[in-house]
């Protein structure tokens, strides 16, 4: 009796586990995607982040740095 209550209450943990895995991975199908307006302030936030990094990229620091290391690179390799 013990064995087949334990492997009866396995079963029932098991089948309580993947039941919840997928409550919890499915959702309630309400909100499923973004809306317009999340779409929106994300690609603003895109968009800023990009033109941000454009502008550090481009400054003559930064290409100065990058030349350089393109240029210690190229030194160490031959």
């Known amino acids: 009796m013990g064995q087949a209550s334990a492997g009866r209450t396995r079963c029932d943990r098991l089948r309580w586990l993947r039941a919840r895995w997928a409550l919890l991975t499915t ?10 307006a999340e779409y929106a302030v994300g690609t603003i936030a895109a968009c800023a982040f990009a033109a941000i990094l454009f502008k ?12 350089g ?10």
Do not use: K
């Open 56 to 67: 550090v990229v481009t400054s003559s620091e930064v290409q100065q740095l990058i030349t």
């Open 27 to 36: 959702g309630s199908h309400r909100d499923r995607g973004m809306s317009t």
């Open 69 to 78: 290391l393109i240029n210690r690179a190229l030194n160490v390799a031959g």
